[in-house]
């Protein structure tokens, strides 16, 4: 127990590197939260920084996470500690997936005030659940391709996830299974003001990134 809750601490420290304050220091510019929607991840990133500078943010947020899941639970720890639960050492990578998310959602050194953590999951999905990342991934293609609405897509890939681990996977009451539905919570806790707008008809749209949906627009109807 002890070691997951030092690999958890050590994966939530790495969580609360952000990719876009990482990037504004190689780069320069101004810090993300005060230019777009305030947020310091990629999508932010492309609005107002560029192609460039939003796959350098991307890239870091992402594979924190794979490092975080993948890396941390196999580092060896220079003293006897009690344990040899199964359990336990199954639950290690569940684990620092977790920190890292939640560093990066809410970094100590930032005041708390992070990302929405999706870049981040999906390095830890990809690490650990890597039969899920395509469903995930074609999931937010898909749904960022038809409506425009990056949170929604964010919700959906999370969704998908879930879907596929608890249908085709380890299924719903699994480690895994756990895991993806609190991963799933924290994606809808984070999107709660995005969730608003959607229903209020106020949430910004990504038009760039609408390409089926602008398709369907010119389609002609009968």
Known sequence: MLELILKFLAAYLLGGVMGGDVMRRLAGGDDLRGSGSGNVGATNALRTRGAKF???????????????????????????????????????????????????????????????????????????????????????????????????????????????????????????????????ALILFKHRDNIGRLFAGTESRFEKARLLGKLFDRAPRA
Do not use: E, R
């Open 54 to 184: 939003a796959l350098g943010v991307l890239a870091i947020d992402i594979g924190k996470g794979v490092l975080a899941a993948l890396a941390l639970p196999l580092i060896p720890l220079s003293w006897p500690l009690p344990g040899g639960d199964p359990v336990l050492s199954q639950a290690i990578p569940y684990a620092c997936g977790l920190g890292a998310a939640l560093g990066h959602c809410y970094p100590v050194f930032q005041k708390f005030k992070g990302g929405k953590g999706v870049a981040t999951l999906a390095g830890v999905f990809g690490a650990l659940l890597p039969a899920a990342l395509p469903w995930l991934i074609l999931a937010f293609a898909l749904v960022v391709m038809l409506s425009g609405y990056v949170s929604l897509a964010s919700i959906a890939g999370g969704t998908a996830a879930l879907l596929y681990v608890s249908c085709f996977g380890n299924g719903f009451w699994s480690l895994a299974g756990g895991f993806t539905a609190a991963m799933l």
